[in-house]
């Protein structure tokens, strides 16, 4: 109908142009020009994008040769090691910011990726490929500007006295025989390597991990969602009781059981987990197995009064009503106090102050709420006097110098400062840190010249730059840029700041857009972004699988 309406508007065009008198016909040539100009302009546009995106590409793709590691200047000046644990938000953004050939780097992880979490409750369903939003480490470091030592192994133990590391990888290896008659198949036992390390500096940036708040049966019964491994986890999960559910008849307590859906957890991971599983829920279950999908409930488990605590009033209440639109049933004021293998055993808080006990039954519980120091933080806060009390992460000065160290950094949610435990603050750490250590190691050289022979003048000269030097030495300063949080049926809610002057609140379809375009553009990769962006696309052709793998 548009199309033909469209053809006859241009035929009409034309004609007018034909009958036109002789006076038009420079009005008509105009025209003609003007349409030239602009699909030439249109086809250049095109052309010189696709350039640009094939040339980064091929720049990803086929890295420049690096320096490599030497132990000393060449100005005789012994060449720091610097060790950075973790490739999280935090340590990726000081590899990629640091210029890498001022120190002997050295990344220990035992994940050889980094993992983009803002899209991961994004991949239980299959709306992003996990393979799309991680990046191998080799990658970032083969781009840096010096050789980058990569080992994949978990730190286990850290001596800040005499500097060393310890590390460990574990391998799984087959034994020598089966142990059956049949020799179908050979145990396994997990062998485990360890090894030390040197460092002049290190860098703590191992994240967190769940926290259960020493709630009973959480960590027995729950599913996280932190690594690749939890979205796999829940993905098999959610399959599991929709197809145990199936063969039950309708009306029977245990498949209304298994088909319940808890969430527990209202800050951004937990809506968004919510939003997609009834995303996933309406938009393809429905299609393929409505039987059950009229009957799958999604519930959120929030202790607070309201979800995105940090998000402004109007954009919660906002939640609030899509949510409720979208059949999910919030339920905030409820604090967790037991979780069974069948069972949430909540308390929930009603508005005259009264508390009632309630019982939320499950197939899938998903705990998305809460972060606890990793065994190697704990390890670390145990030898230093002044993280004695350091439950909740280390505890860091305004350069983020661990208090009572000299020589070791701490960034992101392994620390405890402030600021909130987001990708967003150890974005901004990393890129601070890697200016401080570019900065420190600027001190080291002008001592060591300073040290060296030669005239006075020059000596006097370099001293005054040295203590201008030190003096630069900037603590760190956030710049909260916003919040971002998809809710659910194409809708996101976005809290932004733009400078120190205004702050930018809304929430619908457009914002939504807005969502996807600013997690595109913080994809550390092209590939990264492509792979996103033909993900969506296959999703908006084809929808989600419902297979289980």
Known sequence: MFRSAGVRFFLALARKFAQSPQGAAPKAGAFRKTLRAAVGVLVLSTAAAVGYLGYKVYKESYPADQSKQVSTFEDGRKKKTLVILGSGWGSISLLKNLDTSLYNVVVVSPRNYFLFTPLLPSCPTGTVELRSIIEPVRAITRKCSAEVIYLEAEATEIDPINNKLTIKQSTTVHSGHSGTDTGSSKPTVSEDISTSLQYDYLVVGV???????????????????????????????LMEVIEAANILPKGDPERKRLLSIVVCGGGPTGVEVAGELQDYIDQDLRKWMPEVASELKVTLVEALPNVLNMFNKKLVDYTKQVFQDTNIDLRTNTMVKKVDDRAVIAQTKAQDGSSTTVEIPYGMLIWATGNAPRPIVRDLSSKIDEQKNARRGLLVDDKLL?????????????????????????????????????????????KQKISAPGPQDNVDRMS???????????????????????????????????GDWSNVSTGGTFTYLFWRSAYIYMCL??????LVCLDWAKIAMFGRDISKE
């Open 207 to 237: 994240g967190a991990q769940p926290s259960t708040f020493g709630i009973p049966g959480v960590a027995e019964h729950s599913t996280f969602l932190k690594e690749v491994s939890d979205s796999i986890k829940i993905r098999r999960r």
């Open 402 to 446: 661990v208090d009572g160290s000299n020589n070791i950094f701490a960034l992101g949610d392994c620390t405890f400062t402030k600021f909130a435990p987001t990708a967003q603050v150890a974005f901004q750490e990393g890129i601070f840190l890697a200016q401080h250590l570019k900065r420190l190691d600027d001190i080291e050289s002008l």
């Open 525 to 530: 990769s092209v590939k990264n972004q492509i």
């Open 464 to 498: 005054k730059k040295l203590v201008k030097l030190e003096s630069s030495l900037e603590p760190f300063k956030y710049n909260h840029q916003g919040s971002l949080a998809y809710i659910g049926s194409e809708r996101a809610v976005a809290d932004l700041v733009w």
